[in-house]
């Protein structure tokens, strides 16, 4: 898995909540994604990173806020969640050996969210 | 809001026969790539292949990429039940190098 983990691995949550997923990698890479995956929508960018403290919006970010204090660190927060964000939830990292998203993207195991 | 599409969504062979999945986009792309979702687990990049190239090999692995037709196949040559997974072509176009993802074609591999 690249030295990708997320954390926690599952979790249920009530709706209102905020809930804080992490994801770590032990690369030192630059470029750092989450991603959600529905049935029927494939996986959607929700944001990403590309240095400590640099991050951007994605396609889905509504709802979502995100963290990079230290290059291994990547924290999603959902502020107060709702049903409509029950979701699995990825994190990825690009090496970047070749410009920006020129490379493959490493995937952690996933996150498995559901919210009540 | 996906980019590129994969064809068919669902797809049932026996173990040795060759598996062909699509994948069609809209804009001119910088890069296509596919990578196998097994269940449960995270994404694994099969292989890159950029808007210049029109075909590449890894192993059992062949893609094909036609940016006049905006597609681009992946064959899976004498399949075994260990390649029964979803996969995904993603693909990034213009400024963007952040890869956009399709909805996958579920394979079943029959022993």
């Known amino acids: 898995d690249a030295g990708i983990t997320q954390s926690p691995r599952h979790k249920v949550t009530e709706t209102g909540t905020p809930v804080t997923l992490r994801c770590h990698q032990t690369?030192?890479?630059?470029?750092m994604y989450w991603y959600r995956q529905d049935p029927g929508h494939g996986l959607r960018l929700i944001h990403y990173s590309y240095g400590v403290k640099d991050t951007d919006k994605g396609e889905v970010s509504d709802g979502y806020s995100v963290s990079r204090s230290k290059t291994e660190d990547f924290l999603l927060t959902l502020e107060s969640a709702t049903s409509s964000q029950t979701s699995v939830y990825f994190c990825a990292i690009n090496p970047g050996a070749g410009g920006f998203g020129l490379d493959e993207q490493f995937f952690g195991p996933g996150t498995r969210l559901t919210v009540l | 809001s996906q980019q590129g599409e994969e064809d068919p969504q669902a797809l049932s062979i026996q173990e040795g026969e060759n598996a062909t999945m699509n994948c069609s986009y809209k804009t001119s792309i910088n890069n296509l790539q596919w990578y196998r979702q097994n269940s449960g687990r995270g994404l694994v990049h099969l292989i890159l292949i950029r808007s210049n190239e029109r075909e590449k090999h890894s192993g059992r692995l062949r893609v094909t990429l036609d940016t006049s037709k905006k597609s681009s196949s992946l064959l899976i040559t004498a399949s075994r039940a260990a390649d029964t997974a979803s996969y995904f072509c993603a693909t990034s176009s213009g400024g963007s190098y952040i890869p956009t993802f399709g909805r996958g074609t579920s394979l079943i591999v029959h022993p």
């Open positions: 690369e030192n890479h630059r470029y």
